[in-house]
Nanobody
């Protein structure tokens, strides 16, 4: 069983930056991928970014390309999401996720473990 703990959320003005972290414990092997989803109030959970822990492959949702960067430190079992040029619509609860990724868009059905979430609020 994996445990995922997020941190780094907070309040920021539009155009600002935040870095989210996710510390993973338990079985994180080379077949595991880690990533981020987000969910705004009254909206469905949507995929943001994913990275393959066994290599350097990563992928982003179109709405964050060029603004967000996902990275990992395997020695620390920690994944990061650097978020720049934040927009009002980026406000949401951000969830760290672990599961299997086939290289395409990542879906909630491919996620086996979730973190508790960290809240990001972007204001004007």
């Amino acid at each position: 069983q994996r445990r995922l703990v997020e941190s780094g959320g907070g309040s920021v003005q539009a155009g600002g930056s935040l870095t989210l972290s996710c510390v993973a414990s338990g079985r994180i092997d080379s077949d595991t991928s880690l990533g981020w989803f987000r969910q705004a109030p009254e909206k469905e959970r949507e995929w943001v970014a994913v990275i393959y822990t066994g290599g350097s492959a990563k992928r982003y949702a179109d709405f964050v390309k060029g603004r967000f960067t996902i990275s990992q430190d395997n020695a620390k079992k920690t994944m990061y999401l650097q978020m720049n040029s934040l927009k009002l619509e980026d406000s949401a609860m951000y969830y760290c996720a672990a599961g299997v990724w086939n290289g395409d868009m990542w879906t909630t059905r491919q996620v086996s473990d979730w973190g508790q979430g960290t809240k990001v609020t972007v204001s004007s």
